[in-house]
């Protein structure tokens, strides 16, 4: 995947990414003298690069992706405006920080596909550092809200987990050329490979989140829609990243359906046996909705796929 960087041009305002293959540099306006504009690294680099303040901004760009002083950037990729993919270019009058807006509050419902036109702003955002901040500050305000129970310590206190973009991420699946975070349509053979595989790295801050519910006396409960015929890729996957106990993993059986009915059903079922669900977070409104949602839900952002 391309290292990307960015910088912000004070001529016009406007942020580019700057992107070659297999480097990456970030650039910062410098200043303006006599029609020359300088741009210099903001590493430890002391080499600059000027070019004439007349050069069109497209020539600027490609003048920029040829230079040749390269970097490593921790930080590959960050947000961009509402509505542009990369280079900066607008693709269509849809604002997709407001159609993200309006996934993430279940405002916008049963859609199918990520729009072609916010791929790259998907990408960029749950590639970047915003997305990790996101499932911080939800996984901070899901601690906060722990550390206030009051535990029986009888071992019913349950916390639920989704593990689909909650505790374990498919970002290295989606943002294949082939799946391209969502826009293209979902394929069930794939995406079920890739999940055979066992992979998936932990999401950071659920991580966390879940070491920390452990020491408060909580129990895991994982809760997910994936079908049991990968129990077993599951539980490796979830193993080599950290998850290593849990008191019940709950997949999915034949014919159980899907969705908010299925992780109802199954919630039901936890609190018919004596478990209190004291929390219960999960990245689709599908893990929160419906019967038996427990004393407090925490939502993860996911702005890739929509299960109803």
């Given at each position: 995947?391309d290292q990307?960087?960015?910088?912000?041009?004070?001529?016009?305002?406007?942020?580019?990414?700057?992107?070659?293959?297999?480097?990456?540099?970030?650039?910062?306006?410098?200043?303006?003298?006599?029609?020359?504009?300088?741009?210099?690294?903001?590493?430890?680099?002391?080499?600059?690069e000027c070019?004439?303040?007349?050069?069109?901004?497209?020539?600027?760009?490609?003048?920029?992706?040829?230079?040749?002083?390269?970097?490593?950037?921790?930080?590959?990729?960050?947000?961009?405006?509402?509505?542009?993919?990369?280079?900066?270019?607008?693709?269509?009058?849809?604002?997709?920080?407001?159609?993200?807006?309006?996934?993430?509050?279940?405002?916008?419902?049963?859609?199918?596909?990520?729009?072609?036109?916010?791929?790259?702003?998907?990408?960029?955002?749950?590639?970047?550092?915003?997305?990790?901040?996101?499932?911080?500050?939800?996984?901070?305000?899901?601690?906060?809200?722990?550390?206030?129970l009051n535990?029986?310590?009888?071992?019913?206190?349950?916390?639920?987990?989704?593990?689909?973009?909650?505790?374990?991420?498919?970002?290295?699946?989606?943002?294949?050329?082939?799946?391209?975070?969502?826009?293209?349509?979902?394929?069930?053979?794939?995406?079920?490979?890739?999940?055979?595989?066992?992979?998936?790295?932990?999401?950071?801050?659920?991580?966390?989140?879940?070491?920390?519910?452990?020491?408060?006396?909580?129990?895991?409960?994982?809760?997910?829609?994936?079908?049991?015929?990968?129990?077993?890729?599951?539980?490796?996957?979830?193993?080599?990243?950290?998850?290593?106990?849990?008191?019940?993993?709950?997949?999915?059986?034949?014919?159980?359906?899907?969705?908010?009915?299925?992780?109802?059903?199954?919630?039901?079922?936890?609190?018919?046996?004596?478990?209190?669900?004291?929390?219960?977070?999960?990245?689709?409104?599908?893990?929160?909705?419906?019967?038996?949602?427990?004393?407090?839900?925490?939502?993860?952002?996911?702005?890739?796929?929509?299960?109803?």
């Amino acid at each position: 995947m391309d290292q990307i960087s960015q910088k912000r041009s004070s001529v016009d305002g406007r942020r580019v990414l700057v992107s070659k293959r297999g480097i990456s540099k970030t650039l910062s306006l410098y200043k303006i003298t006599n029609n020359v504009i300088c741009f210099h690294p903001t590493t430890q680099s002391t080499t600059s690069e000027c070019i004439p303040q007349h050069t069109s901004w497209l020539s600027r760009l490609f003048l920029l992706l040829t230079a040749t002083t390269t970097v490593a950037s921790p930080n590959i990729i960050h947000l961009l405006k509402p509505h542009s993919g990369s280079g900066g270019h607008k693709h269509s009058d849809l604002n997709c920080l407001s159609w993200r807006l309006a996934v993430e509050t279940n405002n916008l419902r049963k859609w199918t596909q990520v729009p072609q036109e916010c791929e790259d702003y998907v990408g960029h955002y749950m590639l970047g550092k915003q997305y990790r901040q996101d499932c911080d500050l939800v996984a901070a305000a899901a601690y906060e809200y722990a550390k206030g129970l009051n535990l029986t310590g009888d071992g019913k206190d349950v916390w639920v987990f989704d593990i689909d973009e909650t505790t374990l991420s498919n970002l290295p699946y989606y943002a294949r050329d082939t799946v391209a975070f969502g826009a293209i349509p979902f394929n069930a053979t794939m995406f079920n490979a890739w999940v055979e595989e066992a992979t998936a790295p932990a999401i950071p801050g659920s991580l966390k989140l879940y070491k920390k519910l452990i020491k408060l006396g909580l129990k895991i409960v994982f809760l997910t829609g994936s079908e049991d015929t990968y129990r077993e890729a599951r539980v490796k996957n979830l193993k080599a990243v950290g998850y290593t106990t849990w008191e019940k993993l709950i997949l999915k059986g034949a014919g159980e359906g899907s969705g908010v009915v299925y992780k109802s059903k199954k919630r039901k079922e936890l609190e018919e046996a004596g478990y209190r669900i004291r929390g219960n977070m999960g990245d689709q409104w599908s893990d929160l909705l419906g019967n038996n949602v427990g004393e407090r839900t925490f939502k993860l952002p996911d702005p890739m796929y929509y299960i109803g």
